[in-house]
């Protein structure tokens, strides 16, 4: 994959190459993730504004009604608490990229020595392209009482990666500096 995007204020002249080979696709995921987290990282520490929806009109002067009072709150603490949890959105998005661009973060799951095998089994299936009956096989853990795997860990990993992904989707048009 080659990208090569020209300067964004020469926007009506800007120069666009963009090249996908073949394997860029076979994990496009991973392609564009090597991508992407270049960018919401440069973005985090050079952002100079937030989406609207992270400030709310809380510091809006309620002046002509006084009953509103409590409700009062300086602009710049609004902002302030708003540009953190706009970082925390993207810290979030952040971590979740890392994950992808490592590839191997389910490593860490598996405890113990791991010695896989093939069992066959009882089922047979009617293979398409010969027209015989194969049988099937399954993986076997060969070592079960020396290698454990840590689902309720993996699954909460892969929940908070989802959460990540989930974010860079709902704030896309809004990674913008």
Request: glycine letters at 6%; proline letters at 2%.
């Amino acid at each position: 994959m080659k990208v090569n995007l020209g300067k964004f204020y020469d926007r009506a002249e800007r120069r666009i190459d963009v090249q996908i080979d073949n394997y860029d696709t076979w994990s496009l995921d991973n392609s564009l993730a090597l991508i992407i987290l270049p960018a919401l990282i440069q973005l985090r520490y050079t952002k100079h504004g937030l989406p609207s929806e992270f400030v709310n009109d809380s510091a809006e002067d309620y002046n002509t009604q006084q009953v509103f009072d409590f409700m009062k709150e300086d602009k710049d603490e609004v902002f302030e608490k708003g540009c953190a949890a706009w970082e925390t959105v993207l810290d979030k998005m952040i971590w979740a990229f890392q994950q992808l661009v490592i590839g191997n973060y389910d490593s860490q799951y598996h405890h113990g020595k791991m010695d896989l095998g093939w069992e066959e089994t009882d089922s047979q299936y009617l293979n398409p392209v010969t027209g015989k009956m194969e049988g099937t096989y399954k993986m076997i853990d060969k070592n079960p009482d020396e290698h454990w795997y840590d689902s309720v860990g993996h699954r909460l990993h892969e929940e908070r990666i989802q959460e990540g992904l989930e974010l860079f989707g709902k704030y896309f048009r809004s990674l913008w500096d």
